[in-house]
């Protein structure tokens, strides 16, 4: 099982979603036949370092916290 994520840099002047790292992670993640439990995310950061923009780091552990529950569930499924 596994998920894609990337980092993108909030700033004003940049176009936002320039790239999408984590879409190509999640379609490699695809071909190389890993059962993907959640669509690839995107979290916003100042600068190229960091740290994560206000209130991404409640959304990543959401997201993260979801994977983990669908996880789980399809292990429980699995016999």
Same mark, same amino acid.
């Given at each position: 099982? $596994?998920?894609?994520?990337?980092?993108?840099?909030?700033h004003?002047?940049?176009?936002?979603?320039?790239?999408?790292?984590?879409?190509?992670?999640?379609?490699?993640l695809?071909?190389? $036949?890993?059962?993907?439990? +959640? +669509?690839?995310?995107?979290?916003?950061?100042?600068? +190229?370092?960091?740290?994560?923009?206000? $209130?991404?780091?409640?959304? %990543?552990? +959401?997201?993260?916290? $979801?994977? %983990?529950?669908?996880?789980?569930?399809?292990?429980?499924?699995?016999?």
């Amino acid at each position: 099982m $596994g998920a894609a994520f990337d980092t993108h840099v909030e700033h004003p002047k940049l176009l936002r979603h320039v790239g999408s790292a984590a879409a190509k992670i999640e379609r490699r993640l695809r071909a190389l $036949g890993v059962d993907v439990v +959640s +669509s690839h995310e995107h979290f916003w950061v100042h600068g +190229s370092e960091g740290p994560l923009v206000d $209130g991404e780091l409640e959304r %990543a552990r +959401s997201w993260a916290k $979801g994977m %983990a529950v669908r996880a789980e569930q399809d292990t429980a499924r699995t016999p």
